[in-house]
Nanobody, 121 residues
Framework: QVQLVESGGGLVQAGGSLRLSCAASGRTFSSYAMGWFRQAPGKEREFVAVIRWKGGDTTYADSVKGRFTISRDNAKNTVYLQMNSVKPEDTAAYYC??????????????WGQGTQVTVSS
């Protein structure tokens, strides 16, 4: 069984910063990529960023490029999403996921429960 647990969400003012964490347990993740997705009320879940466990390749959605940074600590089996210069439109539930190195939701096998990020204007 695979478990992914997100943390670090909360309320932040526009222009501020927040760091999300995703702790993975239950299996070795050296063969998985780790991604972040988000879902705002009434909208589809959308891709935010992805990182390989080996090599550190990353891909970002255009909407967050230059503001968000995905990173990982292999020793802790933890992935982070550093969110800088946040905007009200970044408000959403953020989910981490394990799967292929992809921007598509269907390419991910395991999902966390989500953590809420609310950006006030």
């Amino acid at each position: 069984q695979v478990q992914l647990v997100e943390s670090g969400g909360g309320l932040v003012q526009a222009g501020g910063s927040l760091r999300l964490s995703c702790a993975a347990s239950g299996r070795t993740f050296s063969s998985y990529a780790m991604g972040w997705f988000r879902q705002a009320p009434g909208k589809e879940r959308e891709f935010v960023a992805v990182i390989r466990w080996k090599g550190g390749d990353t891909t970002y959605a255009d909407s967050v490029k230059g503001r968000f940074t995905i990173s990982r600590d292999n020793a802790k089996n933890t992935v982070y999403l550093q969110m800088n210069s946040v905007k009200p439109e970044d408000t959403a539930a953020y989910y981490c996921a394990a799967g292929l190195y992809s921007t598509r939701r269907d390419d991910y096998d395991y999902w966390g429960q989500g953590t809420q990020v609310t950006v006030s204007s």
